[in-house]
């Protein structure tokens, strides 16, 4: 019984903190461009490197 009186506090921690960062993702855009990310993934040309000294 003690070991349920650390672990639902913990665990009610870790679903807040996975919220948390949840909501930050939303906020910070992380999920504006879904599509642009499934495209670039399929794509077969590499990204473009820059040039030195430009």
Not at 22 to 37: H, M
């Amino acid at each position: 019984m003690t070991s349920l009186a650390w672990l639902i506090p913990i665990a009610l921690f870790l679903g807040g903190l996975g919220l948390a960062g949840f909501i930050w993702a939303l906020k910070s855009g992380q999920y504006e461009d879904l599509d642009g990310a499934a495209w670039r993934a399929l794509e077969d040309d590499p990204p473009e490197k820059p040039r030195p000294g430009a």
